[in-house]
């Protein structure tokens, strides 16, 4: 059967992809709310998830404390970064279930992680890759540090640069092809091209928006490894929460959602 114009310019494009929500710029800060809110309504159940993801930057920072290298701090915080949303799922449902007006518990939580395993398997093989592209591109870059003890700031200045431009590409490609992917994922039946093709066009979509997301995730990650990673713990749980309801107001569905 042939293809009407707007289906052939659609495949063409994005081959398959859910349509996406215009959001406004500080929209972000709402969804913070919300999920601060989730938190508050599931504390235990939260905070038992934000333990067992604060061992993560716990290990980052035993493993640079006994190696003293900072090529592992550079590029765990970074696999800190690109795993979260992976693991995420057991909090995402409990925000899911909080809006379907349940009463979330932990088995239901972790057979969530289940739900689409060969779309999660997927994109954990995509997050490795990258993890992996991004521990050889920090051997190459520490190549060019300055071989004297006292290195002045124009020796420094092609490490500086290229280790900032490149930190900051692969921080933008994580934050596209994470944004959206694991709660499509989690939600819905579709294969792991389609969770990250609407990812992308939503993010692209709506890029001050987030723009603002991604910067205030940088910052609640920084205030975690500040206190020792004690405060991921609360920071882990509201975040992952609020990342759930940013998936709600962003991508569209066949029926209007509005969870406040």
Same mark, same amino acid.
């Given at each position: ?12 494009? /994005? #081959?398959?992809?859910?349509? &996406? ?10 969804? !913070? *709310? =919300? +999920? ?105 870059? /520490? #190549?060019?540090?300055?071989? &004297? ?10 490490? !500086? *640069? =290229? +280790? ?97």
């Amino acid at each position: 059967m042939p293809l009407s114009p707007t289906n052939k310019e659609h495949n063409h494009e /994005y #081959a398959r992809t859910i349509e &996406s929500n215009k959001v406004e710029i500080f929209a972000p800060f709402h969804w !913070l *709310s =919300l +999920g601060a809110k989730d938190f508050i309504a599931a504390p235990l159940i939260s905070l038992v998830y934000g333990v067992i993801f604060s061992l993560i930057p716990v290990v980052i920072m035993y493993l640079y404390r006994e190696t003293d290298n900072h090529l592992i701090n550079i590029s765990m915080t970074i696999t800190f970064t690109l795993i979260a949303p992976v693991f995420a799922a057991a909090l995402y449902d409990i925000s899911w279930e909080l809006e379907k007006g349940h009463k979330p518990s932990f088995s239901h939580s972790v057979k969530s992680m289940f739900r689409n395993p060969v779309g999660a398997w997927a994109f954990a093989v995509i997050i490795l890759l990258i993890m992996t592209a991004w521990l050889r591109i920090a051997v190459l870059v /520490y #190549a060019l540090y300055p071989a &004297s003890l006292n290195p002045t700031f124009e020796e420094l200045l092609a490490f !500086l *640069s =290229l +280790g900032t431009v490149l930190g900051a590409v692969i921080l933008v490609a994580v934050l596209v092809l994470s944004a959206f992917t694991p709660q499509i994922l989690l939600e819905r039946k579709v294969d792991i091209m389609t969770a990250i093709f609407t990812s992308t066009r939503a993010v692209i979509n709506n890029f001050y928006a987030m723009l603002v997301w991604g910067l205030i995730l940088i910052i609640f990650v920084f205030l975690g490894f500040l206190t020792s990673a004690v405060g991921f713990i609360v920071i882990m749980p509201i975040l992952a929460f609020s990342s759930w309801h940013a998936y709600i107001a962003v991508i569209k569905t066949k029926k209007k959602r509005i969870y406040e």
